[in-house]
């Protein structure tokens, strides 16, 4: 399936220009990919209906964003872990990476895109602005224009255009493709939500309307059109960690897409959507279990201290690493008073301080919680 050619530019190197889009022809996927859609559209409904079940879904998810975004800002090459961005919105630590900066903005993006659909369709006004909450005021954001479709040619790889791995289409082929896209993206067609996003995913990252932040915002739009489609209530599949766990193929795969490759690349994405679903769904049981032990334990404290207890530990699983002043702001209590909060969880073997040889500006950290989602 011929999805576009290399044409030669004046400039002396060649470029993608996108055929129109979607191909007038039927995809025509194999029976053997659609029976792994099936598997996957089913783990998506086990993975909704076991965390609707959990009592902090909210506070769950918000662990789940802040992971899909240190792992879409890591195959951008951000050296900044999870822990890193969880320090950095608790304020635990004065040395902190500077490419941190990178998540935060992702997680800020992937909260606005959430509230934004509540009330706006996906379209390329969503995606501009989606962009530019993404990369304002970014570390790395000074040539990204923020929130515009470029108007002057990128390239992916190499130093120049004519030593670069891929060439995406020069801003007025661009304009032509992305409108093809839009309409794609509303069309209401038979092409299943599973297929469609691999689809989407694939095009806009083909078109890299952006002179940077493509990859991120792409890997945004995939979590952001399930939870638009109600495949899921609330958007807690995020693929960024399987893209980075085999980042040599997603890319290998992307350009197998440019040549027509596109079963190979949909049962790529679709392996990654059964594994991620599978890892969630054992993650989900894994917190379960943690919060029914650590909610029991809690709750032997005595009356009074067991109220602002089970409390804090909620407010943990949005952000399961504190130190005495967190404490002090979500109890009101004085810094004693929060420190005794904190010494109760550590006796407890619910937290345990961060870094064993700090004596003063101590942070705790809730281990259990926080390696269930790192042994994914």
Not at 117 to 128: D, N
């Amino acid at each position: 399936m011929r999805l576009g050619e290399l044409r030669q530019q004046s400039a002396g190197y060649k470029a993608f220009i996108p055929n129109k889009f979607p191909p007038g022809e039927e995809w025509g996927f194999t029976k053997s990919l659609m029976l792994k859609h099936s598997e996957a559209a089913m783990l998506i409904g086990k993975l909704d209906g076991i965390t609707q079940l959990l009592p902090d879904i909210d506070f769950f998810l918000f662990m789940y964003v802040r992971k899909d975004a240190a792992s879409s800002s890591q195959i951008e090459g951000t050296q900044a872990t999870m822990i890193d961005a969880i320090e950095a919105e608790a304020k635990t630590a004065d040395k902190l990476p500077k490419d941190v900066d990178d998540i935060l903005h992702y997680v800020k993006a992937l909260n606005y895109g959430m509230e934004r659909l509540k009330e706006f369709p996906m379209s390329l006004r969503f995606i501009r602005e989606l962009h530019k909450v993404l990369m304002e005021g970014a570390r790395s954001s000074h040539h990204a224009d923020p929130g515009e479709f470029r108007k002057s040619q990128n390239w992916i790889g190499g130093t120049t255009p004519a030593s670069a791995r891929f060439v995406p289409p020069p801003p007025n082929d661009m304009q032509t493709a992305l409108g093809d896209f839009e309409n794609f993206l509303h069309a209401k067609d038979s092409v299943l939500p599973l297929l469609k996003i691999g689809l989407i995913h694939a095009q806009f990252e083909t078109i890299h309307p952006f002179l940077d932040g493509n990859g991120r915002t792409g890997r945004l739009l995939i979590s952001l059109y399930l939870w638009q489609q109600k495949m899921l209530e609330r958007p807690v599949l995020f693929l960024s960690s399987y893209f980075k766990r085999h980042q040599q193929e997603y890319y290998d795969r992307l350009d197998g897409y440019r040549r027509g490759e596109v079963e190979q690349w949909i049962n790529f994405l679709l392996d990654g959507v059964v594994e991620i679903s599978q890892q969630a769904i054992t993650t989900a049981k894994k917190i379960t279990l943690i919060r029914e032990a650590d909610m029991e334990k809690v709750q032997t404290l005595g009356k009074r201290a067991s109220v602002s207890a089970v409390m804090v530990l909620r407010r943990l699983f949005a952000l399961p690493i504190v130190n005495v002043n967190t404490i002090g702001e979500w109890t009101s209590f004085s810094r004693p008073g929060a420190q005794h909060v904190i010494d109760r969880f550590v006796n407890l073997g619910i937290l345990e301080q961060k870094d064993k040889t700090e004596t003063y500006g101590r942070s705790y950290i809730y281990t259990r919680y926080v390696d269930a989602f790192a042994e994914e």
